[in-house]
């Protein structure tokens, strides 16, 4: 018999490795755009296509499932949101704007989740978790503008109103196909998300794709784009629905929080940044946002004690 916290402590695991590879993938995609020559289409569409194909390569090592007809068209759905319209407005901003500005719009997504929950999901908006979610803003703030950052940059407006695009569409993905998700394995749910993503970006991308000069790229940026592609679009994907599975959409998504200081980390490895009590500060907010969040009730629970 599987506990309740064995089967929570799957789904936050999984979203712990999930958000520090997103966290490495900010400045090494960003180091791919800058300096490796590879533009935001491009980028984008290694990642759908390159995902792809290593879940359809995994889904012949599994059990099979037979997705009906109805799921077929609401994966479509996920697909554009949590895929097409989240990657593509978060690699396009990443491109025009300042990681700053970048990292501070990653922090609305627990905002703009719990908002869109508390519509389709009926979620109750408690002072717990408004209290949890401002707590985990207030520590990213304080890491983010306090310190020093990987890539310098000046802050764009276009590219800020596409990483909020980005952020709304996660959001969206999390909360309205949370049912569809939950019915299938990682692996057929992203399969079929990432065929549908790589059709419809394909006619988009195609004509920076074909225009790169593949044989000036160095060894760096085949490296960059292929942990993109494997590390932070393949396994991340792979794990993103174990956490769905198990937990609310509001919790999932203040995992969030947990970017950016990966990214500062990245930064003190790498001898670009250093690490001092702002940090270790941020690190301690963030973890008692989650916290918080994590141990405020759900609707399932406020029903109970009506």
Excluded at 82 to 93: L, P
Excluded at 201 to 212: D, E, G, K, M, Y
Excluded at 260 to 267: C, E, G, K, L, T
Excluded at 279 to 306: D, N, P
Aim: glycine share 8%.
């Amino acid at each position: 018999m599987i506990k309740t916290s064995d089967f929570s402590f799957k789904g936050h695991f999984s979203l712990l490795i999930t958000y520090i590879i997103f966290g490495l993938s900010a400045p090494i995609g960003k180091s791919a755009m800058t300096y490796g020559g590879i533009d935001p289409l491009s980028l984008s569409f290694f990642r759908m296509a390159g995902a792809a194909v290593l879940f359809w390569g995994a889904s012949l090592f599994v059990p099979k499932e037979r997705v009906c007809k109805r799921d077929l068209l609401l994966l479509l759905g996920a697909s554009l949101f949590g895929v097409v319209i989240n990657q593509m407005c978060y690699i396009g901003g990443l491109s025009k704007t300042s990681p700053v500005d970048a990292s501070l719009i990653v922090t609305l997504g627990p905002i703009i989740t719990m908002l869109v929950a508390a519509v389709y999901l009926k979620e109750p908006i408690t002072w717990r978790k408004i209290l949890g979610v401002m707590v985990g803003a207030f520590g990213v703030l304080l890491l983010i503008l306090t310190g020093t950052h990987v890539f310098n940059g000046g802050s764009n407006t276009v590219g800020n109103l596409l990483c909020i695009s980005s952020s709304l569409s996660f959001a969206i993905y999390l909360t309205v196909f949370r049912d569809v998700v939950r019915r299938y394995s990682s692996i057929t749910v992203m399969k079929w998300m990432f065929l549908y993503a790589a059709i419809i970006c394909l006619p988009i991308c195609f004509r920076s794709v074909s225009a790169i000069d593949y044989a000036a790229l160095t060894r760096t940026t085949y490296m960059e784009v292929a942990f993109v592609v494997c590390c932070a679009t393949f396994v991340s994907y792979m794990l993103l629905p174990v956490g769905q599975k198990r937990l609310r959409p509001t919790i999932v998504s203040m995992y969030n929080y947990v970017q950016p200081i990966v990214s500062s980390i990245v930064a003190v490895a790498m001898g670009l940044d250093t690490f001092g009590w702002e940090k270790g500060s941020s690190a301690f907010l963030v973890f008692v946002g989650v916290f918080i969040v994590t141990h405020s009730r759900s609707r399932e629970q406020e029903l109970i004690t009506l």
